[in-house]
Structures are given as structure tokens and as C-alpha cells.
């Protein structure tokens, strides 16, 4: 409602619902706005600005993708813009709240029909719904003057960055008309809580007064209550594969980061957010996903692990070190057998175990049988699940997973030197195919001897 007693936007930390929306893509030869509540959106701000110049160069900014991601609370929208000369500005529209007693209106006048509720649903906003509340005093959309900017770049008025955050706000709005409402003051949650409150008031007050104790309970006739769900639209259809996940947005902002926050660690777990969205959708939609068990979830040593494997920069590769109890060259070894096994590379890597005595004599007979010609066979010194070249360089592991993984001597520490096989002896001539005649540099010796098997 303009004017009278509601509040402007909270602070930057204030507190409240807040939805944030990834950057969008460009938007060359489309309109912002295709919805009319979306159009009335862009009405308030061009009638607004006193400057069409920073108009333009809003729309131009908003095209091109320079908007990061935008952050939507009660009062208050942010996102951090990037001008063409790479300098970025964090840029806030206000817009004033709802009061308690403009809320408590609007509510009655979405209950009372329940079209209203129906569509909002939908992510639709039918004028009539405007256009009751503004009967009951409470003005939703926004109009001239009630889009406030705030911006880095210290202009009085809207600048082209606030234009740009409008312009892309315009395309959040036509996509689900709730993030307005959440500008209005209540997340879309708390809407439909509360309206199915007052709707469930409503119908038990239909029903009359309650009969005497011991009596009939007063409420909703069952007829009723399943009838409502032909006010309710069905639900949408499965969301289709993302071909490429979203860019991280920009959390720089050109202003000092508190104490303790990395913006640059921030924007990369992000983008990993968002690739694992695009996998765990993938899945999702895959031919029977949902007969086959989920995955293990991983450890904070093996998702660190993992993290570093898609090549962070050195300070958050340090951090993720740090944090998983290794060193920097044992992270590297951990990543170079997520790279060639995943979890279970990185087991075998870290985890020594020994094998039940019948699986060790069943081991000792592959390991026997692997070779035919005797001349040929390594001499091997078992211990655990792991057994060594006597005299190299070179070690195969046996995996919980029943495949063995060839190691090689490096620096003084084993390290991951190829993919898992069934067959020993074909670990063994991976390891042996990257050394010429044989032989390895260094520290690294002789794969093959001629002496018989060492068994424990």
C-alpha cells in the first residue's frame, strides 16, 4: 500500500525470507517483460528515472549478462553488476513492505476466492486479483517512485546498474509472480501456511457451532475437502536435463571481504553446487533411477577430495588440504586416485586392510595362476591387501571392490600409477608398458624377477 504505514527494505543483513536466482543468460533479441504484471514492473522504473541515457545502458548491461545473481528479501533486492571495464558495482533496489493490516487484507482477499490462490499457484497473477486488492486498499504492484535505488557507484538516481537489476528482476517476475510478494514482505512459504489456516477457519465456521460434548466434531465435510483440489493446478511436468550448469555469480563486489570469508572459495563451491544439481538431475531423469539404490554419501576427507579434483585455485586447494588432514602432496596423490577409481581409488590409496585368510588363498592362487611362463613371475612380498615388487618400485593393491590397482614408488610415497584390473598380472604390465626394457628411473627398478612368488 503507497504511503501510510508501511516499511522500506531491510538493511543488508536483515533478517527474513530471501530467495537468490542465478545469473540468467543473455538476452539479445527478446523483451524483458512479457507478462503484464512483469510490463507494469518496467512502468514503475522507466517512469521513475529522471536519466534515459542510464536507462539504456541498463538494458544494455542486463543483455550482455552483466547482472550476477540477484538476491530477493522483503524490501529489498541486490546483485553485484560488472561494467564493461570489468569493474563491479553492488547495486540494491528498495521497495516498501506491506504493513501487518495491508497483509491481513490481502490475505482475506486471496482466500475469499479461491481462483486467486489457484493462480498464484500457477505462478500467474490474473489482474483480477490486482485489481480486488486494490479495492480492499492494498496497491501490490509498484508505480511511479516506489522503486528506490541504492547503488556502489554513488548516483542519486537510477543508474545503469539499478536499471540493469530492475530490468533482469522484470524477467525473475514473469517467470513466478511470489518473488513480488516476497518484496511485499512474506515468503511464499508463510503465504500458504497462513492462508490454509484462514481457509481451514473459514470452513469449520461453515459448519455451524459444535454440537454438545461427546457429540459429531466440527469441521470440514470430506466431500469439501477433496473438492478443493480441483481448485489446485496439477503438477508440472518433469524438469528437462540442464545441458551446462549456470555460472557461479560474482561475490566480489569491489568491496573488502569480512574477516574469515574467501569470495573466491564461495564462487567455486557454487559452481560445484550447481554442477552436482545438473548430475543428481541427470540421474534423476535417468531409465530406472529410482530402482536402484542412492549413492553413499561422501566423507568430508573424500568430498575434499573431490572438490580438489576439479582444480580449484591454489588457496582454496590449500584450504581444502589443510582441512582434510593432508599435506599438499598428499592431496595430490588423493586426487590422482579419485581421477582413476573415485571413492574407491582414494580407499585403496589411504586404506590398508587384510583380507579374511580364505580371500588371502584365493588371492595367492590368481596371483600364482596369472602368470604362465614362471620365469616371468614377480616376486611379491605380501603385506595386508598390498603386495610388492621385491627389489622395485612397483606394488599392486587389492580394492574392496575386488579389482587390483597398480602403485609405483615416487619421491619416497606410493603412488596411484594406473586404473584398476581384474587380472594382477595385466596391473602389473601397465606399470611395466610406461618404462622402457623394462627398467624404471631412479629409485624406481626392475618390474619383473625371475624369483618364485613370496607368499606370507
Known amino acids: 500500500m503507497k504511503g501510510g504505514d508501511g516499511v522500506y527494505g531491510s538493511g543488508a543483513d536483515g533478517a527474513g525470507p530471501e530467495r537468490t536466482f542465478a545469473a540468467l543468460p543473455v538476452a539479445r533479441g527478446q523483451g524483458f517483460a512479457r507478462t503484464w504484471w512483469g510490463q507494469a514492473w518496467l512502468k514503475a522504473l522507466e517512469d521513475t528515472a529522471l536519466d534515459g541515457v542510464q536507462l539504456k545502458l541498463g538494458r544494455r548491461h542486463a543483455r550482455a549478462g552483466a547482472v550476477g545473481a540477484v538476491s530477493v528479501r522483503p524490501g529489498r533486492i541486490t546483485a553485484v553488476i560488472e561494467d564493461r571495464d570489468h569493474t563491479r558495482y553492488r547495486s540494491d533496489v528498495l521497495l516498501q513492505q506491506l504493513s501487518p493490516a495491508d497483509w491481513d487484507r490481502l490475505l482475506d482477499v486471496v482466500a475469499d476466492r479461491s481462483g486467486h490462490l489457484a ?87 461453515a459448519t455451524g457451532p459444535a454440537g454438545p460434548a461427546g457429540g459429531d466434531a466440527v469441521g470440514v465435510p470430506a466431500g469439501e475437502a477433496y473438492a478443493a483440489r480441483d481448485v489446485l493446478p496439477p503438477l508440472p511436468p518433469l524438469p528437462s536435463p540442464v545441458a551446462v550448469p549456470g555460472p557461479a555469480p560474482a561475490l566480489g563486489g569491489g568491496t573488502t571481504p569480512a574477516p574469515g570469508v574467501a569470495p573466491d572459495a564461495l564462487e567455486f ?75 574407491a581409488g582414494l580407499a585403496v590409496l589411504e586404506e590398508e586392510w587384510t583380507p579374511a585368510p580364505e580371500v588371502l588363498s584365493r588371492l595367492r592362487d590368481r596371483l600364482a595362476d596369472a602368470w604362465e611362463d614362471e620365469a616371468s613371475r614377480p616376486r611379491l612380498r605380501a603385506t595386508g591387501n598390498r603386495w610388492t615388487v621385491v627389489g622395485g618400485g612397483t606394488q599392486l593393491r587389492y580394492g574392496r571392490d575386488g579389482r587390483w590397482w597398480p602403485f609405483r614408488k615416487e619421491g619416497g610415497r606410493w603412488a596411484p600409477a594406473g586404473p584398476a584390473a581384474d587380472d594382477p598380472a595385466a596391473a602389473l604390465a601397465a606399470l611395466a608398458a610406461d618404462v622402457p626394457d623394462g ?18
Do not use: F, K
Open 119 to 205: 493462480a498464484l499457484l500457477d505462478r500467474d497473477m490474473p489482474p483480477a486479483l490486482v485489481e480486488d486488492a486494490a479495492a480492499a486498499g492494498v496497491e501490490l504492484l509498484p508505480g511511479i517512485g516506489d522503486l528506490e535505488p541504492e547503488c556502489g557507484c554513488e548516483a542519486w538516481d537510477h543508474c545503469a546498474h539499478s536499471a540493469a537489476l530492475c530490468y533482469q528482476v522484470a524477467r525473475l517476475l514473469d517467470q513466478d509472480p511470489c518473488v513480488l510478494l516476497l518484496l511485499r514482505g512474506r515468503g511464499e512459504e508463510e503465504l500458504l501456511e497462513e492462508l490454509q489456516r484462514r481457509s481451514a477457519s473459514r470452513g469449520g465456521a
Open 269 to 343: 563451491l557454487i559452481g560445484d553446487a550447481a554442477a552436482r544439481a545438473r548430475l543428481l538431475l541427470s540421474e534423476a531423469l535417468s531409465p530406472g533411477y529410482a530402482d536402484n539404490p542412492p549413492a553413499p554419501a561422501l566423507t568430508p576427507a573424500q568430498d575434499a577430495v573431490r572438490l580438489a579434483a576439479a582444480g580449484p585455485g591454489a588457496a582454496v586447494t590449500a584450504r581444502l588440504a589443510d582441512g582434510s588432514g593432508r599435506d599438499a602432496r598428499g592431496l595430490d596423490l588423493a586426487v590422482r586416485a579419485w581421477q582413476l577409481g573415485g571413492p
Open 439 to 456: 627398467h624404471m628411473e631412479g629409485n624406481r627398478t626392475t618390474v619383473r624377477e625371475t624369483s618364485p612368488l613370496v607368499s606370507p
